[in-house]
Each structure stands twice: as structure tokens, then as C-alpha cells.
């Protein structure tokens, strides 16, 4: 399973940002979708989540400001991020729990990364 990010970048702040995830390979099943970040020297934080029935979960951090949603006929999961801020600066990983077959056990992937820096 494979997944690959795009749409990061450098934003001014109070600018906007989209980061799409796209899944590919061998998927049975996606269950959470989510996005993390990890910022120099910091450990990786959960941003958001989602469920395969739609239900989401904020960083105190994000919320009103960012918003998760996903397509699960395309397996692709998006963060709109609004209002951002220079601490809102770090690389983003797309991750997904996934079945790859019948019986499988659930298993995490994560994309490789994509940055986002926000200037003040």
C-alpha cells in the first residue's frame, strides 16, 4: 500500500493550504484516515482524523481552522487549512489504517511527507 501526498508549500499567514492523500495498492479495507505533523525538533502529532463513516477528530490546536474529509470510493483523504499560523509550520503525514485482504490484520501506513512552512 502506498500513499502519496501533494499540495504543500509556503503560505503566508492568515493564507490557505489543501494537502490531498491518495492510497494505492493492495486495499481490502481503509478504516481511520488521518493527518500528522512533525515539526523540527518535536515530536509527531495526530492533526486530524477521520472514520470511514465520516466522523472526525481536531487538535485543539486546528479546530475551526482545518478541516478533514475523505473520499472512500477513491481512498484519498484532504486537509483544507485555513487561517494558518507559523506554528502551524512542519512536514505533514498522511496516514491510513488498512486492511489489505479478508482476515488480514490492520495495519498503519504512512505517506512520506509533505511540508508546509508558513511565514510570518
Known amino acids: 500500500v502506498q500513499l502519496v501526498e501533494s499540495g504543500g508549500g509556503l503560505v503566508r499567514a492568515r493564507g490557505s493550504l489543501k494537502l490531498s492523500c491518495a492510497a494505492s495498492?493492495?486495499?481490502?479495507?481503509?478504516?481511520?484516515m488521518g493527518w500528522y505533523r512533525q515539526a523540527p525538533g518535536k515530536q509527531r502529532e495526530l492533526v486530524a482524523q477521520i472514520t470511514s463513516g465520516g466522523s472526525t477528530n481536531y487538535a485543539d490546536s486546528v479546530k475551526g481552522r482545518f478541516t478533514i474529509s475523505r473520499d472512500n470510493g477513491k481512498n484519498t483523504v484532504d486537509l483544507q487549512m485555513n487561517s494558518l499560523k507559523p506554528e502551524d509550520t512542519a512536514v505533514y503525514y498522511c496516514?491510513?489504517?488498512?486492511?489489505?485482504?479478508?482476515?488480514?490484520?490492520?495495519?498503519?501506513?504512512w505517506g512520506q511527507g509533505t511540508q508546509v512552512t508558513v511565514s510570518s
Open positions: 495498492g493492495s486495499i481490502f479495507r481503509i478504516n481511520d
Open positions: 496516514n491510513a489504517d488498512t486492511v489489505t485482504g479478508w482476515g488480514h490484520p490492520r495495519h498503519d501506513y
